[in-house]
T-cell receptor, first 114, second 111 residues
Framework: ETGVTQSPTHLIKTRGQQVTLRCSSQ?????VSWYQQALGQGPQFIFQ???????GRGNFPPRFSGLQFPNYSSELNVNALELDDSALYLC?????????????FGEGSRLTVL | DAKTTQPPSMDCAEGRAANLPCNHS???????VYWYRQIHSQGPQYIIH???NNETNEMASLIITEDRKSSTLILPHATLRDTAVYYC????????????FGKGTRLSVIA
């Protein structure tokens, strides 16, 4: 158990809809990152937040957006859902103090887009 | 793109050592080698990381070659619960550097 919790665990949406996924970081962690994992693939980096500011982004379009709150919890929002957005979405938290830290992952939110 | 190469799958008998190889021939001097694993339907789990010296913790040992172009993760006594996909990742140890996952090695521990 990593202390990182994600909700919901599973959800089904239709093409064109919007979705919000939530993540509660491990206590004391100041950095959260989000990854997308398609079936049979390794996780792909979406973006990272440090102290409520986005400070890194992977190759994902602007309809993928996020927020980090003062208590270091986080949201991932995806607008105009497409079929290819069907995936496991993983949140990871870490404590960054100068150097990089070990990432602790949640169990993920599995999104199905019909 | 991932900077590592791993075999797609391996089998290991329960109770034996599992040796998972990783090639990272283009690794830079300031990049660490990280290992994560992902058990079915769970999030990735950190195992170990190192720069150039061999490392050991309660889960595994990491052996890095002297030229740092390859490494081996060793699970000394594999159990059925070690069945998972194992990812080898090279990463600069700075705060905003993401993990770049490849496809990993699917390790099957067989009774």
């Amino acid at each position: 158990e990593t202390g990182v919790t994600q909700s919901p665990t599973h959800l089904i949406k239709t093409r064109g809809q919007q979705v919000t996924l939530r993540c509660s970081s491990q206590s004391g962690h100041n950095t959260v990152s989000w990854y997308q994992q398609a079936l049979g693939q390794g996780p792909q980096f979406i973006f990272q937040y440090y102290r409520e500011e986005e400070n890194g982004r992977g190759n994902f379009p602007p309809r993928f957006s996020g927020l980090q709150f003062p208590n270091y919890s986080s949201e991932l929002n995806v607008n105009a859902l497409e079929l290819d957005d069907s995936a496991l979405y993983l949140c990871a938290s870490s404590l960054v103090r100068g150097g990089g830290g070990e990432l602790f992952f949640g169990e993920g939110s599995r999104l199905t887009v019909l | 793109d991932a900077k590592t190469t791993q075999p797609p799958s391996m089998d290991c008998a329960e109770g034996r050592a599992a040796n998972l190889p990783c090639n990272h021939s283009t690794i830079s001097g300031n990049e660490y080698v990280y290992w994560y694993r992902q058990i079915h339907s769970q999030g990735p789990q950190y195992i170990i990381h190192g720069l150039k010296n061999n490392e050991t913790n309660e889960m595994a040992s990491l052996i890095i070659t002297e030229d740092r172009k390859s490494s081996t993760l060793i699970l000394p006594h594999a159990t059925l619960r070690d069945t998972a996909v194992y990812y080898c990742i090279v990463r600069v140890n700075s705060g905003n550097t993401p993990l770049v996952f490849g496809k990993g090695t699917r390790l099957s521990v067989i009774a």
